[in-house]
């Protein structure tokens, strides 16, 4: 038999007990774990870009088994990701307070978001709203402020306010400068 022939062959005998070589490949794996860590270590350092086009073509196929995984393995290792994360912050400080304003200055509708959640857990009115939500309302009325109707940097004003029990739903969010917003202060007032 050639060399081509037994190519040809191994590939019509792979694609006839596939079933079965996976189910090999996976007792293995769970057998010999190391062995496989070692294997695939190895095979990522000898070529990082065909790995990456593998885990890119697993996802792709199925995304929802992936999504499950890697919330799965978050649970598994989230302490040992934290106190990874907090010796980071640690020996990096300077670096990582740099790049935490460069994202607010880039993503203002993230702080806005973060400020309103942050306010409602402080007095537990309950409500959230997301960032597309934010920016959804926010291109409604064309980036500008309700009160005045200039185009600036927008905050999320509460209809119906915190402190008088008003929610952080998007319902009960409408946009307001920075100015407006203070004026408004704790009265009720709808501006849409």
Known sequence: MTKEEQ????????????????AQARAYALLHKEAKKKYDAERY????????KRVAWARSVNPDKHKAD?????QKN??????????YYENNKDKCRE??????????????VKQAKRRS???KAGGAFTRLEWLTLCDKYDYK???CGK?????????IPVSKGGSSNISNIQPLCKVCNSIKHTKTADYR
């Open 145 to 147: 402020c309700l009160r």
């Open 7 to 22: 190519r040809v062959y191994n590939k019509q005998y792979r694609k006839k007990h596939l079933k079965k070589l996976k």
């Open 121 to 123: 857990r402080k007095t």
């Open 78 to 87: 989230k302490e040992r990701l934290k106190a990874k994360a907090a010796v």
């Open 45 to 52: 350092r000898r070529n990082p870009e065909a790995a990456k």
């Open 151 to 159: 185009r600036k940097p927008l905050t999320a004003d509460h209809v």
């Open 99 to 112: 790049g935490m304003r460069r994202y607010r200055r880039t993503h203002p509708e993230a702080d806005v």
């Open 70 to 74: 890697g919330a799965a393995w978050y």
